[in-house]
Nanobody
Framework: QVQLVESGGGLVQAGGSLSVSCAFS????????MGWLRQAPGKEREFVAA????????DYADSVKGRFTISRNNAKNTIFLQMNSLKPEDTAVYYC???????????????WGQGTQVTVSS
């Protein structure tokens, strides 16, 4: 059974940077595309970024493009989200997710982590 564990969330001031990571276990990491999604209080969960199994293709929500970078280390079964120029509206619980259908990368994944809180103060 695939398991995903996020880490690295926290509190940061607006304009600052933060990196979150997600450790994958219980399956073949190289078989999965990976994504980051987030959910703010009172809002629906939204897509942030995704990366293909080989790392050669990425996709970003318009709201984070140019500020966030998704990457993966297949040797360590880990993905990362580097977040720069953070804004208060980036405050949310960030979830990593794993799936095999790239066409569904913005919404539908079979495996999810428990989430990590990112809070950006103004």
């Amino acid at each position: 059974q695939v398991q995903l564990v996020e880490s690295g969330g926290g509190l940061v001031q607006a304009g600052g940077s933060l990196s979150v990571s997600c450790a994958f276990s219980g399956g073949s990491f190289r078989s999965y595309n990976m994504g980051w999604l987030r959910q703010a209080p009172g809002k629906e969960r939204e897509f942030v970024a995704a990366i293909t199994w080989g790392g050669g293709t990425t996709d970003y929500a318009d709201s984070v493009k140019g500020r966030f970078t998704i990457s993966r280390n297949n040797a360590k079964n880990t993905i990362f989200l580097q977040m720069n120029s953070l804004k208060p509206e980036d405050t949310a619980v960030y979830y990593c997710a794993a799936g095999t259908n790239w066409a569904l990368r913005r919404s539908n994944y079979p495996f999810w982590g428990q989430g990590t809180q990112v809070t950006v103060s103004s």
